[in-house]
């Protein structure tokens, strides 16, 4: 069967500090990776997709960047952080080609930055 | 580019009643796929229902059903019965089928159902 692990579960880092949040996919292959961010309360920010290894489609402008170096690894990274940084981060993946099937997201990160 | 809405932030009902969560959404293509998510206070996205676009019939799944619209681009979840545990943020998403494949997501309603 098919799982998907995220982490760090919870992170507190100051401003400026670096980041790099971890996701992996387990049971399936050449799947659709998406990163989103979901502010206290708020709806669910598509950040970041890719749909092989190396391509990444960027949804806005931010201090985020994505990479995807192996075909069930997607990473998000931060050189320097914000305060706006601040959020709820889901990793999830969806079966290439779509046939209809959901995206199967992971626990979550809840990152703070102070 | 696609987006959705959810125009009720929040909803309250009581147990065992009927409640019905708004959603609308533009797209220009004729193909793709709607669903709606919901996430209980662990935070972990869970699936609902989903809905084909070349499909007329009407999705269902126990006690949650929706209903499409696809001329008004309205796509509807009603909870019948509702529990106390269907308490929970719900989300509206829509996918398209050809080209990017990414899913796009409403801003959420929340959902309590009072005992």
């Known amino acids: 069967s098919q799982t998907i692990h995220q982490w760090p579960a919870t992170l507190v880092q100051p401003v400026g500090s670096p980041l790099s949040l971890e996701c992996t996919v387990e049971g399936t292959s050449n799947p659709n990776l998406y990163w989103y961010r979901q502010a206290a309360g708020r709806g669910l920010q598509l950040l970041f997709y890719s749909v092989g290894i190396g391509q990444i489609s960027s949804e806005v402008p931010q201090n985020l960047s994505a990479s995807r170096p192996q075909d069930r690894q997607f990473i998000l990274s931060s050189k320097k952080l914000l305060l706006s940084d601040s959020g709820f981060y889901l990793c999830?993946?969806?079966?290439?080609?779509?046939?209809?099937?959901?995206?199967?997201f992971g626990q979550g990160t809840r990152l703070t930055v102070v | 580019a696609q987006t959705v809405t959810q125009s009720q932030p929040e909803m309250s009902v009581q147990e065992a009643e009927t409640v019905t969560l708004s959603c609308t959404y533009d797209t220009s293509e004729n193909n793709y796929y709607l669903f709606w998510y919901k996430q209980p206070p662990s935070r972990q996205m869970i699936l609902v229902i989903r809905?084909?676009?070349?499909?007329?019939q009407n999705a269902t799944e126990n006690r949650f059903s929706v209903n499409f619209q696809k001329a008004a681009k309205s796509f509807s979840l009603k909870i019948s019965d509702s529990q106390l545990g269907d308490t929970a943020m719900y989300f509206c998403a829509f996918m398209k089928i050809q080209g990017a494949q990414k899913l796009v997501f409403g801003q959420g309603t929340r959902l309590t159902i009072n005992p």
């Open positions: 809905q084909e676009a070349y499909k007329q």
């Open positions: 999830a993946w969806s079966v290439r080609p779509l046939r209809g099937t959901e995206a199967f």
